[in-house]
């Protein structure tokens, strides 16, 4: 089950919140979470979205390229079984241009539960960026008890 929290301004070229998002995975059974595993996820996630947006948004084949996705372990966030950190290097079809988004990843799971969380923050803002304390607060009060 996938659930997506979009910062107001995602869709407006001119905000700061543009391209700002989350999204949580909720998994069945207690799965092994890579560095490999999230890369190949979201690679095929972004080329997913992407492709089917091509033909609606008549994006010429001169400015299609693959996705790129480079994902590494960071320090573990408090409550975190693994925090992960990374970069989405994709076409932003919107804007129709190349675009960073930067990530980061936490898994997480639940005492007596048979699930596995993941958890991805996205933005095209650097890290030192305000909007990324708006996206630390998101998962704060998560409550595994109950499905998203």
């Not at 639940?110 to 923050?121: A, G, H, Q, R, S």
């Amino acid at each position: 089950m996938e659930d997506l929290r979009f910062a107001p301004g995602w869709g407006n070229v001119k905000s700061d919140e543009y391209w700002t998002y989350a999204f949580l995975w909720f998994l069945d059974g207690k799965v092994e979470i890579t560095e490999k595993s999230i890369a190949d996820n979201l690679n095929a996630y972004y080329t997913g979205l992407i492709g089917r947006n091509i033909e609606k948004r008549k994006i010429p084949p001169d400015k299609i390229f693959p996705v790129k996705t480079e994902i590494k372990p960071s320090a573990t966030t408090a409550g975190d079984l693994k925090t992960f950190g990374g970069t989405i290097y994709m076409l932003d079809y919107m804007e129709q241009k190349p675009m960073t988004l930067h990530c980061i990843i936490h898994i997480k799971s639940c005492p007596l539960k048979n699930n596995t969380f993941v958890f991805i923050e996205i933005s095209p803002k650097t890290y030192s960026d305000k909007i990324w304390t708006s996206l630390n607060q998101l998962w704060t009060g998560f409550n595994c008890d109950k499905k998203p």
